[in-house]
Antibody
Framework: EVQLVESGGGLVQPGGSLRLSCAASGFTFSSYWMSWVRQAPGKGLEWVANMNQYGSEKHYVDSVKGRFTISRDNAKNSLYLQMNSLRAEDTAVYYC??????????WGQGTLVTVSS | DIQMTQSPSSLSASVGDRVTITCRASQGIRNDLGWYQQKPGKAPKRLIYATSSLQSGVPSRFSGSGSGTEFTLTISSLQPEDFATYYCLQHNSYPLTFGGGTKVEIK
């Protein structure tokens, strides 16, 4: 089955760290740009970061630059988001997405990150 | 950054109505725009890509148009399952940006 499955969300204290994972299956993961998109409770969608197939090009929204790092392991068909120095405003459902600009986009179901003391 | 101004932010409509949602970009984005539908507790589902191309499996009552800075999503005859929140997304330049969303509610 063609799917993306996120994991790693949970409750973390302000200033803490968390690493999200996205497991891809059913397609050639190494052929696609991959993104992270988030949605704070009751709010709209926000693109967070993306990277190319080889890991050589990465982009971030300003609010996470220097704190979040996107990475991938094509051998494991996995995408990651390392989140450091977390803030309350980072509380959101985080979605992994394939090829946001491509004809064959695909989204996971999301994982909830809650930053609270 | 390119700002995507989506309007209206909400609307009430009846089954069978024609519904139009607009996204205006703060600068030209060619046709690098998609439209998404999101239902509560679910991941977004893309309806339209490249401004006017219908995603596979999406009903033909959904259509997209526009170019440059103004884009429109039209639902020709609203169905009960279409009550949801809709977002546009520009992928022309970084950071990628979504519109603020349009919540379509039952009148």
């Amino acid at each position: 089955e063609v799917q993306l499955v996120e994991s790693g969300g949970g409750l973390v204290q302000p200033g803490g760290s968390l690493r999200l994972s996205c497991a891809a299956s059913g397609f050639t993961f190494s052929s696609y740009w991959m993104s992270w998109v988030r949605q704070a409770p009751g709010k709209g969608l926000e693109w967070v970061a993306n990277m190319n197939q080889y890991g050589s090009e990465k982009h971030y929204v300003d609010s996470v630059k220097g704190r979040f790092t996107i990475s991938r392991d094509n051998a494991k068909n996995s995408l990651y988001l390392q989140m450091n120095s977390l803030r309350a405003e980072d509380t959101a459902v985080y979605y992994c997405a394939r090829g946001l600009g491509a004809a064959d986009t695909l989204w996971g179901q999301g994982t909830l990150v809650t930053v609270s003391s | 950054d390119i700002q995507m101004t989506q309007s209206p932010s909400s609307l009430s409509a009846s089954v069978g109505d024609r519904v139009t949602i607009t996204c205006r970009a703060s600068q030209g984005i060619r046709n690098d725009l998609g439209w998404y539908q999101q239902k509560p507790g679910k991941a977004p589902k893309r309806l339209i890509y490249a401004t006017s191309s219908l995603q596979s499996g999406v009903p033909s009552r959904f259509s997209g148009s526009g170019s440059g800075t103004e884009f429109t999503l039209t639902i020709s005859s609203l169905q009960p399952e279409d009550f949801a929140t809709y977002y546009c997304l520009q992928h022309n330049s970084y950071p990628l940006t979504f519109g603020g969303g349009t919540k379509v509610e039952i009148k």
